[in-house]
């Protein structure tokens, strides 16, 4: 079979490892970046793209979603987690059939792919029919189901059964774009027992780990009421933790947890949209980075932030790290960049893959269009422009896996006026169901 070739000409590429100056050439065969270079000629080459004013750099990496929960944005506002869970969320997501869950990762992807993002990390319910969603779309994906137990035995082995299940169908699947993870929920929601036997079946299947921890102070106060240690402690005390968890969240952490998390070589997946938003509080994310750890970003679920716009993320975090230290050099734009790309796929095991702009590395590269009102005068950094000046909707090509996502801000691989027209449907069922 003859090579898909497309050549990115005249670009500024931002890369968050290997600065490569002044304008550059890009080609891609197939699924991967072949060639970078001052000038490449365009001789049988099938696509050519034209990135004058244009930064390229790596397709953004969305550590922490539940994509599906598009549907509930704007549902449960201005609440405590506890009550945003317990009386609206939860309610609605009984309701939920693979249909539901199938429609809202439709529309999840729509957005991620506008806004730049081209991998994201999925814990949710129903995540075969998510996985379909990602097949059409052409996006990159991490899925775990989401595993809660309460203790109850029956519950457990359940759970278990579908996060393998989910493995079993589904783990490189779509030209390899789909890994999965376990995904038992959190500390508080998952039993000791479940937590054990997801370090086991994770260490004999090679499988890696999706959790939320140390999400809010009440999270806090339960387990160590119930366990008489913090939720890290807890975690390392029965052997969970290791290089291969990701941890969602991650807020209140002491000192002797931070050093927890080193010793372990655990990932953390910032999510300060939601943080703000649900009043949880702010990650030490610049004490983190002191420590060599790696931090990646996330949005969390569209109903707790209320998008999935990851350069506002970083932008977000950034300035949330300034204003808690009281230091205007805590995380910086390269810091930020780097975040949102390379710290995101080491997060989630795949940075020989992606998470930088290098010959060899998988295709998944975004154009961001500095012809905008907010992008000029060019900033002389290119990270401070897309940090602090871009947002979403300045992406205007998306490539993952070396096919073309979405072009001149036009998507190629999905409908999204008739995905729209579901996803509204979908949600005024749902909220008759109740």
């Given amino acids: 079979m003859a090579d898909n070739t497309i050549l990115i000409k005249n670009a500024f590429i931002l890369n968050p490892e290997n600065h490569i100056s002044g304008k550059n050439d890009v080609l891609i065969k197939n699924d991967l970046i072949h060639d970078i270079n001052e000038e490449i000629a365009e001789d049988n080459v099938d696509k050519v793209i034209d990135a004058t004013d244009k930064i390229l750099l790596p397709g953004f990496i969305n550590t ?20 945003w869970l317990n009386d609206n969320i939860w309610p609605m997501e009984a309701n939920l059939n693979g249909n539901y869950c199938y429609i809202g990762a439709l529309l999840g992807a ?27 779309s052409g996006i990159r994906a991490v899925l775990s189901y989401g ?12 759970e278990i059964e579908e996060n393998m299940k989910l493995f079993k169908n589904c783990h490189d699947t779509a030209d ?36 939320h921890v140390s ?22 005390s029965i052997g969970f933790l290791g290089p291969d968890v990701v941890c969602a969240h991650s807020v209140w952490l002491s000192d002797e947890e931070i050093e927890i998390i080193k010793k372990n070589d655990v990932k953390i997946s910032h999510n300060p949209c939601s943080n703000m938003k649900l009043a949880s509080g702010i990650a030490p994310v610049s004490r983190l980075l002191e420590n060599d750890i790696c931090v990646a970003i996330g949005t969390d679920g569209a109903s707790s932030n209320n998008n999935l716009d990851i350069i506002e993320e970083l932008r977000t975090a950034s300035l949330l790290q300034k204003v808690s230290t009281l230091d205007p050099k805590a995380l910086t734009s390269d810091e930020a960049i780097a975040m949102g790309t390379i710290n995101g796929a080491r997060a989630l095991g795949l940075d020989d893959e992606i998470g930088t702009v290098e010959v060899g590395k998988k295709a ?28 979403g909707s300045n992406v205007d090509t998306t490539i993952c896996n070396g096919q073309i996502l979405m072009e001149n801000k036009k998507l190629t691989t999905l409908d999204e006026q008739e995905i729209y027209k579901k996803a509204r449907k979908a949600i005024e069922e749902l909220k008759k169901a109740l």
């Fill in 176 to 211: 390899g774009r789909i890994k999965v993870f376990f995904g038992p929920h959190s500390p508080y929601t998952a039993s000791e027992e479940l937590l054990k036997e997801v370090r086991k079946l994770a260490d004999e299947n090679n499988m890696k780990i999706h959790i």
């Fill in 110 to 136: 729509v957005e991620l792919i506008k806004s730049g993002t081209t991998t994201f990390s999925d814990m949710y319910f129903f995540m075969e029919d998510v996985a379909r969603a990602v097949e059409e």
């Fill in 147 to 158: 595993m809660i137990d309460f203790g109850d035995e029956e519950k457990r082995k359940a």
């Fill in 64 to 83: 922490h979603t539940h994509l599906s929960m598009t549907l509930f944005r704007g549902l449960a506002d201005d609440l405590s987690l506890d009550e």
């Fill in 364 to 391: 998944d590269l975004i154009l961001i269009d500095t012809n905008n009102a907010n992008m000029v005068p060019d900033s002389s950094k290119l990270s401070s422009n897309v940090i602090y000046s871009a947002n």
């Fill in 215 to 236: 999400e809010t102070q009440k999270e806090i106060d339960d387990v160590s009421a119930e366990k008489g240690l913090r939720p890290f402690e807890y975690l390392d």
